[in-house]
């Protein structure tokens, strides 16, 4: 298959899963063509499953996108902060929120990589056959996966709350 038939193949199938997440066309659009730029810059050819490449590939570049508009939009925040009148409760809010994020994402990287990927697929709103593909591992043992994963997560995040 020529890199043009897989594009063609490929794209829009990207595009929806990129949708997904990000819930915006244009932006999800050109995190499809950097997807498929990242493919052409590899050793597309010897890539044994293209699709669950390019989903994989895609999922990372959206948390990626996302994670670069929270620190743009956190700056633009921090520099609004000093023309709006300070609320102690909204900060409060935003510190135990903050204080919870970072607990979470803690948890999340204390877990085996396998676990963090099935969890954070399953969260994003993959299928389980969807999940199975882009792990490489079979659909009938993603239910299975998923709820051990789930009970890890929880263990975790429950000793470090100390509850």
Request: hydrophobic share 35%; charged share 35%; glycine share 2%.
């Amino acid at each position: 298959m020529t890199f043009e038939e897989i594009f063609k193949t490929h794209y829009t199938y990207v595009v929806k899963y990129v949708m997904k997440i990000i819930k915006n066309q244009e932006v999800s659009e050109s995190i499809a063509q950097d997807v498929f730029i990242q493919l052409y810059k590899t050793n597309w050819k010897e890539i044994e499953n293209i699709k669950a490449w390019l989903i994989k590939t895609a999922i990372y570049s959206s948390y990626n996108h996302i994670r670069s508009e929270k620190r743009h939009e956190l700056r633009i925040e921090k520099a609004s902060l000093n023309l709006e009148p300070i609320d102690i409760q909204t900060l409060d809010d935003k510190y135990i929120k903050k204080e919870e994020i970072e607990d979470v994402r803690s948890t999340m990287n204390d877990l085996r990589e396998q676990d963090k990927k099935i969890l954070i697929l399953r969260y994003s709103g993959f299928k389980y056959k969807e999940i199975a593909e882009i792990l490489g591992v079979e659909k009938s043992s993603i239910g299975t996966m998923l709820v051990r994963a789930q009970k890890k997560f929880k263990k975790i995040y429950t000793e470090r709350k100390g509850r």
